[in-house]
Every structure is written in structure tokens, then in C-alpha cells.
């Protein structure tokens, strides 16, 4: 469940992005992310232990620290995820006009709106996750970037070497430490899913030792895979290929089949992106509908979104309204911008995890403090190494939703 949560659009979309701001370092990059993330899911798994609700931070943020905090939590949430799934609509698009060749005006638009359309309507109908579905994801996503990893390394090996030489970023001239930051920030996001697994502790046995060994062992597994695959991708076609390859196309892992001579490969490798990128849109367009369920029953959201369809148990307004919001954010038609402002709300979200971490007694904590101060310095920290225009969006959507609760909640919407 861990790895079904976290593999998808970070890895075949985000990989590209980041390399094209700070060139071969985008394999640190990686592994610095994923330490980042390991800080915030022991948080989460400590706070699942003692309160162990569906909902994450915006169930956290209200019992630990305060209604308006919660809120919040819950509405960068859904900022977040949503712009993470307009992502993946896009690099679906991508990586299928890539692979057919086929190219017309707006196509990635278009493409992505088609299927975030069709999506929503499954949804709306009631369709239900399926772990065996899942299980068929992840295998799929594992095949096809194993194969990736042992196809390319040889060919990598010298290719990364003269690349590491180059350090230096390769789309702007940020300097190389404010773009290594940027990237990370950019690269903390591929492995968000881990949330998932803190809201199992009521489903498996001893949460309280299995949960935080599943998040370990998770992003311990999806760190290496991810840099390796990054290492690959930089060796065989160099950082800025990889970046243009992500602008251009929103495909950059299917150029390395490519680049190799293997049809073969760029074949499993785009049947791997679609399988993880469909994935992703569904899951979270089932998650973020119940998020906002739950965010209007208590009247964080107008109260009309919390009906619930009498004939399937769909939260069919929940669902539209979810699937008009990522329809939206995929008419930017650009990765690069959704997945950073994705970046920049999903810190924002688990420095509030992290802050209601700090708020368990001694007896109920499972970790040392300082992994909680650990969590919260570096998601604050990171949040502002992301460019200024999402920071300060971010920011104004946060302002725009505490406010659109006070007015909901005043007249009762």
C-alpha cells in the first residue's frame, strides 16, 4: 500500500523538472527529499498511533492545535493534491502524444480534461478502490522503471561522471545552491503518498511498531529507486536534455528508451507511466472528494457538498467539485507550474503535521522530539526555496479559504 501510494507523476514527470533546474545534483537532490520526507512520516505515524482517524493533518491540526489551523491543513491539502493530480493528467497526456506521435493545438490540455472528465464520472458512479488493482499498479510501475535502471546503467556510468563534472544548474542561474533547494523542494512532493500509510493504524495489527516500520522500509525502497533512476536518466541523456524533455513533452523517462535505440523499452516505460499516472488521478479524486465530504459537514466547505448520493453512497457534489478544481489547474497546460505549486502547499501542509507532532505528551510520543523540530524546519525551509510567484500564490489561496470559511460559516452557506 505504501509504494502504490507514493510511486507515480513524481517519478516519471518531476525527475525531469528538477534536473533541468539543478543539473546531475538532482540525484542528491533525491536522497535529500526522501530524509526530509522520512522526518514527516514518523510525525504522521506518531499521530496516527494515538488518533487514529481517516482525514490526516486536518483531523490532527483540530484536536492538536487549533479549528483554524485544521482547516488549514485541510485546505493546502487539497490545493496540494489536486495540483499534483492536474500533474499527472498532464504527464499522462504527455507520455501518450509522446509515444503516438500524434501532435495538434492544446493537445496535452485537451487530453488531460478528457480523462480527468471521464474519471469523474467513474467516480461520481461509485466506483470503490481496489487493492488488487493497486497490486497490479505497482508491479506494472516496478517492471517497467527496473528494467529502466538495468537497461540504462551501463550507458550511464561514464555519461553521469563528465555530467557531475558540469555541476552547476542547468535552466537558470539561481546559483547552485538555490537551485539544489528548489529542486528538492520540487522532489519532497514525488513522495507525499506516504500519508496514506498512517491512516491504516486502525486496519493492522500493532500500528504502533508496523506503522512506522512500513514508512521506513516504503521511502527507504522508493529513495533508491528514485535515485537510481534519476542517475540513469542524467547519465544516458544529460540534465538538460532530461529538463527540455519534461518542458517539451511532459515525457522525459520515454527519451531514454529513445536514446538507447530500444523501442521496446520507451514501450514498457510509457505502459508503466500511464498505468501509475491513471492510478494517481483516481486515487486522489477518490481521497480529496472525502476530504472535502468531511471538510463540509463541519461547514469548512458550503454544506451542500457533504450530500451524499442516496442510490450508490457517492459523494457526488464532493467528486465535481474536486474534478473542476484539477480540470482547472490542467488548463495551465504547464508540469513545471502545477507540480510547483504543489510543492509549496504540501510543505505548508506538513509543517502543520509536524507542529501537531510537537503537541504529544511523553507517553504517547513514539519518537525523539527533534525528528518533529527536524520535520518542521525543513518543510518551512524548503517551502520558501520554491520560486516567489508560487509562495506567494500559495499564500493567497490559504488567505482566500480562510476567508471563504468565515463567510461560509457566518452566513451559512
Not at 493530480?85 to 504527455?94: D, P, Q, R
Not at 467516480?123 to 522503471?145: C, E, Y
Not at 495489527?205 to 529513495?223: C, E, F, V, Y
Request: with cysteine.
Amino acid at each position: 500500500m505504501g509504494l502504490g501510494s507514493i510511486l507515480g507523476t513524481g517519478i516519471f514527470v518531476s525527475i525531469g523538472i528538477a534536473a533541468g533546474i539543478t543539473g546531475p545534483s538532482v540525484v542528491y537532490a533525491v536522497l535529500l527529499a526522501a530524509l526530509v520526507a522520512t522526518f514527516n512520516g514518523l510525525s504522521s505515524a506518531q499521530l496516527a498511533a494515538n488518533h487514529a482517524v481517516s482525514g490526516g493533518t486536518y483531523e490532527y491540526g483540530y484536536r492538536y492545535l487549533s479549528p483554524t489551523l485544521g482547516f488549514s491543513a485541510g485546505w493546502m491539502f487539497l490545493c496540494a493534491k489536486s495540483a499534483s493530480a492536474a500533474t499527472a493528467s498532464l504527464g499522462f497526456a504527455g507520455y501518450l502524444l509522446s509515444f503516438s506521435q500524434i501532435s495538434f493545438a492544446g493537445d496535452r490540455v485537451i487530453i488531460a480534461l478528457a480523462i480527468i472528465s471521464f474519471f469523474t464520472l467513474i467516480v461520481v458512479g461509485g466506483l470503490k478502490r481496489s487493492n488488487q488493482a493497486n497490486i497490479v499498479i505497482v508491479s506494472v510501475t516496478l517492471i517497467a522503471l527496473i528494467t529502466l535502471v538495468v537497461s540504462g546503467a551501463p550507458h550511464a556510468l561514464d555519461g553521469f561522471s563528465q555530467q557531475l563534472q558540469l555541476w552547476q544548474p542547468s535552466a537558470n542561474n539561481d546559483g547552485v545552491a538555490k537551485s539544489f533547494m528548489r529542486a528538492t523542494a520540487l522532489m519532497f512532493v514525488a513522495y507525499t503518498g506516504y500519508g496514506r500509510i498512517a491512516t491504516l493504524g486502525e486496519e493492522i495489527k500493532n500500528p504502533r511498531r508496523n506503522i512506522p516500520r512500513a514508512m521506513i522500509t516504503t521511502l527507504s525502497i522508493i529513495g533508491i529507486l528514485y535515485a537510481l533512476v534519476s542517475w540513469v536518466a542524467v547519465g544516458v541523456l544529460g540534465a538538460d536534455n532530461l529538463g527540455n524533455a519534461a518542458k517539451s513533452s511532459a515525457a522525459p523517462l520515454q527519451k531514454i528508451g529513445e536514446a538507447l535505440g530500444a523501442e521496446w523499452l520507451s514501450t514498457l516505460i510509457v505502459i508503466g507511466a500511464i498505468t501509475a499516472m491513471l492510478g494517481v488521478l483516481l486515487n486522489l479524486l477518490l481521497g480529496l472528494s472525502r476530504v472535502a465530504l468531511a471538510m463540509a459537514r463541519r461547514n469548512d466547505l458550503p454544506a451542500k457538498l457533504a450530500r451524499v448520493n442516496e442510490n450508490n453512497g457517492s459523494p457526488t457534489r464532493a467528486v465535481l467539485f474536486v474534478g473542476i478544481i484539477i480540470a482547472g489547474l490542467s488548463c495551465l497546460g504547464s508540469v513545471e507550474t502545477t507540480w510547483s505549486f504543489s510543492a509549496f502547499t504540501v510543505l505548508i501542509y506538513y509543517s502543520l503535521t509536524n507542529a501537531a507532532a510537537l503537541q504529544l505528551s511523553a507517553e504517547e510520543r513514539l519518537f525523539p522530539r527533534w525528528i518533529s523540530y527536524a520535520g518542521l524546519l525543513s518543510c518551512l525551509g524548503l517551502a520558501f526555496w520554491v520560486q516567489p510567484l508560487f509562495w506567494l500564490s500559495g499564500t493567497a489561496v490559504l488567505l482566500v479559504g480562510v476567508v471563504g470559511r468565515a463567510l461560509i460559516r457566518k452566513f451559512a452557506v
